[in-house]
């Protein structure tokens, strides 16, 4: 039996969903029929909306896709006007205020509270400055990742970045691709770092030689959700540049038709390569699908790849960094990807004035501006704005990512954001920094969607619940020794169920414990891995400390945790255009 | 009138006529759950499956107790009663009954 979610999209999805939006938008949030909230609101995510969780309703989060994380110049600016204007919530932030933008682990901007009857003029707003909200959540090729410095970066073997706009050209829009069985995930690199963390996606393309000639070879049905990680597998097949677009079209097809319709627990390409094994699917992708013959995979540059692999890096773009043509890059480091919008606007001037006013976008959730010439570097480097967000961090500031959260997402456990921000201040006040160590990875998910991809960290936090003192507590799962680069690995899960305010001790004793124990020279993840599972739980112990954390009652059953008033009936929602409470009985 | 019943978002929420019902992280206490405590505290990370009996609302939730650790998915657990005003939540301690709802969903993720 057709599941409601394929039969709703059988009816109206991708891009004539459009129209109702607007529809729906002029006439009003109330105008969306009672007992169609759930069909519309799965459809409204193709382009982009997400609906905010319980207590939110009427608010939307608002996702923009930009390839590769490239920003134009001039698109900065256009994306701190749009959170300026339209996303408000009724209450701020404690730590980032009233409007902020958020940069995404997938190199992609989140606004939150965003109101229907705003869709149009923001659609209007972004589609005149060449960005779209086309395809960034929902059942689809969603925003291609890769390297954050393709075409400007010296490491580069294939400039990926025509391939990837190339790609974002063909699958954004397509109605012949736009209803898939589950999101499609797609990483394209050029680059000898590994930084595209084609690893974890439903697709990737990974630069490789054959025949003299550097292509990409194909890995597919990588994946992090639902406690089934899985990295993508070689399917053994290497394109040159210009057979990238054609190779992705026939696996998108193939997902299309073989993908599981009737289970979205088991949709995504990632169930389908476990069942076929990495041979069938390149046997199927060349009878049913090609009409060249493919070529068996060439050599990749896999062990040169630092980006996250737990040694020297160069890896997260943060620093000072020459680019091919003698200009610089500069990665400044956002704590927890998220910014406030004043300072976005700085940044866009910043850009402007120093560089060709171009800005990327990280899978770390940090920001580069590029094109500095070398002459300016040292007055932009003495910016104010950089104090903030600094190209030489402190380790723990540095390899801090965090998910959405309780804030505004319905699938999560804890609140994490704002809890990670607390995290990364205490440890770098209270906790020495081992010798050698200059990124620390600690990535908190708040659910086991992973967004903030907790698996590929040096210490992977987890929501979780559990009781203290007889009462139920924010809590988290610790795991350890995850990461990327040549040998790619998932953490193992260590410790269960910490009280979210003794994790910050548990680091701190983790650290001394490496610090004490560590061999010559030994990084952080080449400890772990020494280690065997046993001897890594009660490896240290989770400890309260001095940092206090306010967030340890359920902040899922607050209407916005952070709000006074924090009670479900205390919420406004449902509002209407003006923000203005629908009274129930309208 | 028949009652609309999904889960949604990776079965995060049980929606209910079209509007969220119940979702993930909250804490449960259950009597006879899947683990060996007398008095579980479940923690709901996924639904399993929702269903009515009339106006109560039943569902299998997936999850830990957080006193021992145990995880597993829970017998068919009162969520909640449909009143004319919409949905309202159980409070308290959470018992299972014999046998399963009258009307299960389809198990819509
Ligand atoms: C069915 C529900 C969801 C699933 C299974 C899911 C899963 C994931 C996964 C696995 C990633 C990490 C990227 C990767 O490694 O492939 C991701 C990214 C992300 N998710 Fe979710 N997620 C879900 C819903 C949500 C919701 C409701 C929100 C927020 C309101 C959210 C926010 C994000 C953000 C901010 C990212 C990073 C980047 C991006 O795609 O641009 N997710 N998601
Ligand atoms: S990891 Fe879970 S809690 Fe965090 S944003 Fe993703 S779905 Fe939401
Ligand atoms: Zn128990």
Redesign the pocket.
């Known amino acids: 039996m057709p599941t409601d979610v394929e039969r709703w999209k059988d009816e109206i999805y991708g891009n004539d969903i459009r129209e109702h939006l607007f529809r729906f938008a002029e006439e009003g949030w109330d105008a969306i029929p009672d007992d169609e909230h759930d069909e519309w609101f799965e459809r409204f995510k193709w382009w982009g909306l ?1 609906h ?1 969780r319980k207590g939110q309703e009427s608010y939307f ?1 608002m ?1 923009i896709g930009t390839p590769n994380g490239v920003l134009e110049p001039g698109q900065l600016r256009t994306v701190a006007e749009v959170a300026d204007e339209f996303a408000r919530g009724p209450v701020d932030n404690p730590e980032f205020g009233a409007a902020y933008c ?1 940069w ?3 190199q ?1 901007i ?1 606004l939150h509270w965003i109101k229907l009857e705003d869709v149009p003029d923001i659609f209007e707003k972004l589609e005149a400055n060449g960005l779209t909200t086309q395809q960034a959540c929902g059942d689809s090729w ?2 291609i990742v890769g390297c954050p410095v393709a075409g400007k970066d010296t490491h580069e073997h294939v400039d990926a970045w025509p391939v990837a706009e190339e790609l974002h050209e063909t699958f954004k829009g397509n109605d012949e691709h736009s209803n898939l069985p589950r999101k499609w ?1 797609v990483s394209v690199t050029g680059c000898d770092q590994g930084c595209g963390q084609g690893d ?2 439903d697709l990737a393309f990974e630069p490789a030689e054959k025949h003299g000639e550097i292509g990409f070879n194909v890995r597919i049905g990588g ?3 639902r406690k089934e990680p899985r990295f993508a597998r070689d399917v053994d097949i290497w394109v040159p540049e210009e057979k990238a677009t054609d190779v992705a079209a026939a696996a998108t097809r193939l997902f299309d038709d073989h993908g599981d319709r009737e289970d979205r627990y088991n949709a995504r390409i990632k169930y389908l390569v476990d069942e076929w094994g990495a041979e069938k699917v390149r046997r199927v992708l060349q009878e049913d699908y090609t009409d060249w013959d493919l070529e068996s995979a060439g050599d990749d540059l896999r062990d040169q790849y630092t980006y996250n692999a737990g040694g020297d890096e160069h890896g997260d773009h943060v620093g000072v960094h020459e680019q091919p043509d003698g200009n610089y890059y500069v990665g400044l480091n956002v704590l927890v990807g998220r910014q406030g919008v004043d300072d976005v606007f700085e940044l866009a001037d910043l850009a402007d004035e120093y560089g060709s006013g171009e800005v990327r976008l990280t899978q770390r959730q940090n920001v580069i501006v590029t094109d500095v010439p070398e002459d300016d570097l040292d007055d932009f480097l003495a910016e104010d704005l950089l104090e903030d967000y600094s190209p030489d961090p402190h380790p723990f500031m540095r390899g801090s990512i965090a ?2 959260g309780t804030e ?4 999560s456990i804890v609140e994490t954001k704002n809890r990670q921000v607390r995290y990364a201040r205490w440890l770098k006040q209270n906790v020495d920094v081992p010798e050698g160590v200059t990124d620390f990875h600690i990535h908190l998910s708040g659910c086991t ?3 903030a ?1 907790p698996q590929i960290a040096d210490v992977s936090l987890r929501g979780m619940k559990t009781r203290k003192d007889g009462d139920p507590v924010e809590a988290l799962d610790v795991g350890l020794g995850g990461g990327l680069g040549e040998n790619p690995q998932f953490a193992d899960w260590v410790e269960m169920r910490v009280p979210a305010d003794e994790v910050p001790g548990y680091i701190q004793n983790l650290l001394a414990v490496y610090e004490d124990q560590r061999r010559d020279g030994e990084t952080f993840r080449e400890f772990i891995a020494r280690h065997d599972e046993a001897d890594l739980q009660g490896l240290a112990e989770p400890e309260e400390t001095s940092y206090e954390d306010p967030y340890m009652h359920n902040t899922k059953m607050t209407w916005y945790p952070y709000a006074d008033e924090d009670d479900m009936d205390a919420s406004p929602a449902p509002t209407d255009g003006d923000g203005e409470t629908i009274s129930a009985d309208d | 009138m028949a009652t609309r019943l999904r889960l949604l ?2 079965a ?1 929420w049980v929606s209910v006529n079209d509007e969220r019902a119940v979702g993930t992280s909250e804490v449960w206490p259950v009597a006879d759950s899947f683990c060996s405590c007398a008095l579980a505290w479940l923690v709901v990370e996924a639904y399993v499956d929702v269903g009515a009996d009339g106006r109560q609302v039943e569902a299998r939730a997936h999850g830990h107790c957080v006193s021992c650790g145990e995880a597993g998915t829970t017998a068919w657990l009162p969520v909640g009663r449909v009143t004319d005003d919409g949905f309202s939540d159980v409070t308290g301690v959470r018992r299972s009954r014999q046998g399963s709802p009258a009307s299960a969903c389809c198990g819509e993720p």
């Open positions: 997400y905010q989060m996702r958020d995404t682990t997938r992609s989140q969603r925003n995930k974890i996606n994946g992090l959700a998910c959405t505004y997402c319905s699938l969607a992973s967004c991809q | 978002d990776d995060a």
